[in-house]
């Protein structure tokens, strides 16, 4: 006999049977309709949340910490006009960031991946995919496998704001960062990068209020330090002023009996200089009279000697005329003679005369 309890274990049992049949049947039929693309999409995904995404807040709040500019590339669709969305939505922010707009055919999954290979060899800290919109059709190009394969693999933060709200594209999922329109994505920006200068205005001012507190903390330390150091060195310089004192006072009584002393060996010095000075005078004035008489005896002994010497020199002179009188004589005679005999020569007297005439002269003029 069956109990109630048994009958319906048993037909529970026969329900999960029936259940597990049913959800096999629907299983295998929604394996077949999913196509080998959506398993590839759906790995991508699987992906992309094993390796987390790259946070753009953290980011933004480390470059600014920093002060510096975080750099962005914008890739727009060619001949775009959506930038000044993203600008006006970035509002005054844009100070914090370094933005450079780069284009090519947004609707061609082999023009992105080339441009993102391009900015992918630069030092950019986002890249993002920018577009004001478009029909259901254009949106497949986000969806791309290869795209997407390469959008994962970027080592800067990716954001995606290309223009629509009701479908989300398979790069919208993989992207760290999801924005809906490029005024979104501009003032996104703007947000976090207002929210972390507050903050860091608030931690500044907080930091601020600490460091003053430290600071008059640590000057009043500093002050009573100071204080005990002045009243030390205080005592100190009284110490100082009354040992200066008393040297003071013994250095000037030993100057003063030294002055003394010296003042009397320099009286002394004087008296002796004195004498010793007169003593030279004297004696130079001695000097001088001998001098001045030995002067005049040389002058007297090279008078004579002078007047020895003209002397000399006159009788030598006259001797020698003496001579040539004689001899002129001599030779007057034997003309005489010589007149006497041939009768009268006119022009050996006249030669006779002019001889005498100038032996008269130079005798003359020597006596």
Known sequence: MYTLRGFIEKSIKNSSIELRFVVDEIVQQEERSISEEELERYALIQKKLETGSKDLETLIRDKMLKDEKVRVANIYGNNAIVQKDF??????????????????????????????????????????????????????????????????????????????????????????????????????????????????SNSRALLIDEVKKDVTKQFSEQVETLEKQLKKKNEEFAEAQKTYKEQSEAHNKTFSDQLKVRNEEFQKLQITSGKQLEDLQKNFQEQQKQRQAEMESYKKEIAVLHEKNVQSAINEKTSSLQINLETLKQENVRLNLEVQNKKTDYVKIIIAFVLALIIGFVVAKIL
């Not at 976090?192 to 903050?199: N, T, V, Y």
């Open 87 to 200: 600008f006006e939505g970035l509002d005054v922010s844009r100070k914090y960031f370094h933005i450079s707009d780069h284009s090519c055919n947004i609707t061609s999954s082999t023009a992105i991946i080339s441009i993102l290979n391009e900015v992918s060899a630069l030092d950019y800290d986002i890249v993002a995919l920018v577009r004001g919109g478009g029909d259901r059709q254009s949106m497949e190009t986000f969806n791309d496998i290869t795209l997407s394969e390469l959008f994962i693999k970027m080592n800067m933060v990716t954001v995606t704001a290309i223009g629509h709200t009701v479908d989300e594209t398979l790069l919208d999922k993989l992207a760290d960062k999801r924005f809906h329109l490029p005024h979104d994505y501009g003032a996104g920006l703007h947000a976090i990068a207002e929210k972390l200068s507050h903050e860091r």
